[in-house]
C-alpha cells in the first residue's frame, strides 16, 4: 500500500537525491544573490527598519507561494513565451526605474518609495516571481522530480530572507552595492529577453555565475563615507 502511495506521488529516493538536493540549493543561494539585493533596495523604500523587517517576511511569503505554484506549473508556463516575457519586461522596468530615479538627499537610495507596507508586500513578491522564471527553469532542469525542486526552493526562500536581511545592512554600508545589484538585475532580465528571441543566444549559466560575482565584488568596492556631525567635530577639538 505504501509503495502504491509514493509511487503516486513520485516520491522517488535514491542515492542521488541527496547531492541533486545539495546542487538546487548551491544553485538557488548563488542565483539568488542578485534577487537578494534587489529585495533588500525595494524594502529599503519604506524607510523604517522594523517595516522593512515585516515587509521582507510578508512579501516572500507571498513569494514562496508564488513559487510552488511557478514549480507545479513549470512544464505548462514554459509553453508560454509570454510569461518570460512579462518577467524581462518586469525586471528591466525595475532597473530603469532605479536608474533614472532621483536619490533621496539623507541617502544614496533611488526609489521606489513606500508609504505603506501593503504597497510593498506586492513589490517585493511579484519581483521574486519574475527571477524565479529563470531559476525555476533551471531548477527542472537539474532534476524532474517535483519533491527535490519544491524542496530546494523551501530553502532557497529561507536563504533568500536571510541573504536579503544581510543586504539591508550591507547597502547602508558599502556605496555601490546598490547599483551593483541592479546591473545584475538587468542580466537576469536581459537572460530571460534572450531566451524570448532565440534560446541559442542565452548565455551559459557558468558565465551568468562569473558576471554577478564580479559585478558584486564591484558593489563591495567602496564603503559609504559617514559624515561627522559639525557639533561633534567642535566638542572632540575642543576637548584635545
Given at each position: 500500500m505504501l509503495d502504491k502511495i509514493f509511487d503516486y506521488l513520485n516520491f522517488h529516493f535514491s542515492v542521488e537525491a541527496p547531492i541533486v538536493l545539495?546542487?538546487?540549493?548551491?544553485?538557488?543561494?548563488?542565483?539568488?544573490?542578485?534577487?537578494?539585493?534587489?529585495?533588500?533596495?525595494?524594502?529599503?523604500?519604506?524607510?523604517?527598519?522594523?517595516?522593512?523587517?515585516?515587509?521582507?517576511?510578508?512579501?516572500?511569503?507571498?513569494?514562496?507561494?508564488?513559487?510552488?505554484?511557478?514549480?507545479?506549473?513549470?512544464?505548462?508556463?514554459?509553453?508560454?513565451?509570454?510569461?518570460?516575457?512579462?518577467?524581462?519586461?518586469?525586471?528591466?522596468?525595475?532597473?530603469?526605474?532605479?536608474?533614472?530615479?532621483?536619490?533621496?538627499?539623507?541617502?544614496?537610495?533611488?526609489?521606489?518609495?513606500f508609504s505603506s507596507l501593503l504597497q510593498a508586500i506586492p513589490v517585493i513578491a511579484f519581483t521574486d516571481l519574475a527571477f524565479s522564471l529563470d531559476s525555476v527553469t533551471t531548477a527542472i532542469a537539474v532534476s524532474q522530480e517535483k519533491w527535490l525542486v519544491l524542496t530546494g526552493a523551501t530553502i532557497g526562500i529561507i536563504t533568500l530572507r536571510f541573504m536579503a536581511g544581510l543586504f539591508i545592512r550591507w547597502l547602508d554600508e558599502f556605496e555601490n552595492l546598490e547599483d551593483a545589484g541592479y546591473i545584475t538585475v538587468a542580466l537576469v532580465g536581459l537572460r530571460l529577453l534572450l531566451r524570448v528571441v532565440n534560446d541559442s543566444f542565452v548565455p551559459p549559466e557558468w558565465l551568468m555565475i562569473t558576471a554577478i560575482a564580479l559585478i558584486l565584488a564591484w558593489g563591495f568596492s567602496k564603503r559609504t563615507l559617514i559624515e561627522v556631525p559639525q557639533e561633534i567635530t567642535e566638542k572632540s577639538e575642543v576637548t584635545k
Open positions: 545539495l546542487i538546487l540549493v548551491f544553485l538557488e543561494a548563488v542565483l539568488s544573490a542578485d534577487n537578494a539585493i534587489a529585495l533588500a533596495a525595494i524594502a529599503q523604500g519604506l524607510e523604517d527598519k522594523e517595516l522593512e523587517r515585516r515587509a521582507l517576511n510578508f512579501g516572500l511569503i507571498v513569494a514562496y507561494v508564488l513559487r510552488i505554484t511557478l514549480i507545479l506549473t513549470a512544464t505548462w508556463v514554459q509553453n508560454f513565451w509570454q510569461f518570460e516575457l512579462l518577467g524581462a519586461a518586469y525586471l528591466l522596468w525595475l532597473v530603469f526605474q532605479h536608474f533614472t530615479s532621483q536619490e533621496a538627499d539623507d541617502d544614496h537610495h533611488h526609489g521606489p518609495r
